[in-house]
């Protein structure tokens, strides 16, 4: 066998000893598991010589992916739990048996796996119908947190209706089914309300992460804004995928919140020359 053909499978065996279903069998019967997956020679006698230790690495490496997830997810667990118990560990490990991490980067996986998760926790009758929207704000709220320091924003000019906009980073809009941005953080009987919400998550001038939820409309408008249109533009699109006539109300409205985000902090200008 080629060298090349060897690694391909050593790495194979190990993608399935750490992640897949599978990989229990590592600790019940290494010989059987290497053969089946193609690994013999000197490699498989290098593993047979430390039997423990295939086992070992997936325990640590599936310990790894987990530990990020529940560190990202401790309110979404601590209501899970409430209903059904142990729910979050038995979804972890079904998504590391069944799908395991795409992405190189460890921060990444928590956004995959509720990527998976979701449907699912969408479709359990036992749970709550709005657990997953709840999931998807904690997450996006701990990423916002912890995002890396912004570079300094380009030369900016007076707002007007011909520049598009600087906004501060980071910021990201989300839109949900349930109003989950109105439960208590500390109350894990509370019910959100089912009705559509448009949140923009951005983070304050003391590095919190903050919800400010939009009308349909200004969601909309900011999409535009945040995509680069021009503010004029922008509220002409809008309008337009809204049907809603571009009037002293909306131009009111639009004025209202670009000072409110002003006011937090999000809206730094307009880009200059």
């Known amino acids: 066998m080629s060298d090349a053909r060897a690694t391909e499978r050593l790495q194979a065996m190990f993608a399935s000893a750490c992640l897949g279903e599978d990989g229990a069998a590592v600790d019940a019967d290494l010989a059987t598991f290497l053969a089946a997956h193609g690994v013999a020679g000197e490699d498989a006698e290098a593993l047979l010589a430390a039997p423990r230790r295939l086992g070992l690495y997936r325990r640590l490496v599936r310990h790894n992916v987990t530990g990020v997830i529940a560190r990202m997810l401790e309110r979404t667990r ?25 992405t190189p980067h460890l921060r990444d996986v928590p956004s995959e796996f509720v990527a998976w998760a979701a449907p699912r926790w969408r479709a359990d009758a036992r749970l709550p119908r709005w657990i997953a929207d709840y999931a998807e704000l904690e997450l996006l709220d701990f990423t916002i947190g912890i995002a890396p320091r912004p570079l300094p924003p380009p030369p900016l000019a007076e707002v007007s209706a011909e520049l598009p906009l600087v906004f ?57 804004l945040f995509a680069g249109d021009a503010l004029g533009p922008a509220l002409v699109a809008a309008c337009a995928a809204k049907a809603h006539p571009l009037d002293d109300a909306v131009l009111a409205g639009a004025a209202r919140l670009l000072a409110d985000l002003g006011e937090r902090g999000v809206l730094l200008g307009a880009r200059g020359g």
Do not use: C
Request: glycine share 4%; aromatic share 4%; charged share 30%.
């Open 168 to 224: 501060a980073e980071p910021k990201q809009l989300i839109q949900l089914a349930w109003a989950v941005n109105e439960v208590p953080s500390d109350d894990l009987d509370a019910e959100p309300a089912a009705r559509p919400v448009s949140i923009l998550v951005y983070r304050d001038g003391e590095h919190r992460s903050r919800f400010l939820e939009l009308t349909p409309l200004a969601a909309v408008i900011l999409e535009r």
């Open 78 to 102: 601590a209501r899970l739990d409430r209903r059904v118990p142990g729910e979050l560990d038995r979804a972890m490990s079904a998504f590391l048996d069944q799908v395991g991490p795409r």
